[in-house]
């Protein structure tokens, strides 16, 4: 399987605390992606890194890349209540008949603050 | 902008029922669009990936005379679940990109239950 893992699974923190979530992949990739989904919803694009990207920052997110491990890491700082939901990573790196890239999921990790 | 609906969001029906799920691209013209299907606290994965005008592609194991994909217009697409199974019962998401380099856009999925 070319799917990625997340770890942790789940998560549990206190609002105001830190999340870090970890994402491994096996393929090459262009690009790797987090996404947010709240439980029964679609997903919501978070942010992206390009592969010679080493760190990515977009407002209360830090996303770090190593492709030499491949690796990469998402940090919510000073999280909230509506941060809970689930995570996951996405890369890239298979491409369709029709030339776009597809995506390869993590399994995701789920997130919750407690207030 | 960027918005992806996806329609109905929710099904219950009988087994052997066919079962259409639309995804529309309400702002922007989706050359590509993809349809995940997503078990209980599990990943996405993807089904296949179509282009306006084109015959989708399927990725391996999934069944194209099971789920049959139509994307008519460069804002349509539709998945159809063909004689439903309790087996096909799970969390079904679409997504939808303008070109190569633009992140995917997800819609807020469809549940489908089999009885």
């Known amino acids: 399987s070319q799917q990625g893992e997340e770890d942790p699974q789940a998560l549990s923190i206190q609002e105001g605390e830190n999340a870090t979530m970890n994402c491994s992949y096996k393929?090459?990739?262009?690009?790797l992606q987090w996404y947010r989904q709240n439980s029964g919803r679609g997903l919501v694009h978070l942010i992206l890194?390009?592969?010679?990207?080493r760190e990515k920052h977009s407002g209360r997110l830090r996303v770090t890349l190593d492709t030499s491990k491949k690796s990469s890491s998402l940090l919510i700082t000073a999280s909230r209540a509506a941060d809970t939901a689930s995570y996951f990573c996405?890369?890239?790196?298979?491409?369709?008949?029709?030339?776009?890239?597809?995506?390869?999921f993590g399994t995701g990790t789920r997130l919750t603050i407690i207030p | 902008g960027a918005v992806v609906s996806q329609h109905p969001s929710w099904v219950i029906c009988k087994s052997g029922t066919s079962v259409k799920i639309e995804c529309r691209s309400l702002?922007?013209?989706?050359?590509?669009m993809f349809w995940y299907r997503q078990f209980p606290k599990q990943s996405l994965m993807l089904m296949a990936t179509s282009n306006e005008g084109s015959k989708a592609t399927y990725e391996q194991g999934v069944e194209k005379d099971k789920f049959l994909i139509n994307h008519a217009s460069l804002t349509l697409s539709t998945l159809t679940v063909t004689s439903a199974h309790p087996e096909d019962s799970s969390f079904y998401i679409c997504?939808?990109?303008?070109?190569?380099?633009?992140?995917?856009?997800f819609g807020d999925g469809t549940r489908l239950s089999i009885l």
């Open positions: 997504s939808a990109t303008e070109d190569f380099y633009q992140p995917q856009h």
């Open positions: 702002d922007f013209q989706a050359t590509t």
């Open positions: 890194i390009r592969s010679n990207e």
């Open positions: 996405a890369t890239d790196g298979r491409i369709s008949n029709f030339g776009n890239e597809k995506l390869t």
């Open positions: 393929t090459s990739i262009n690009n």
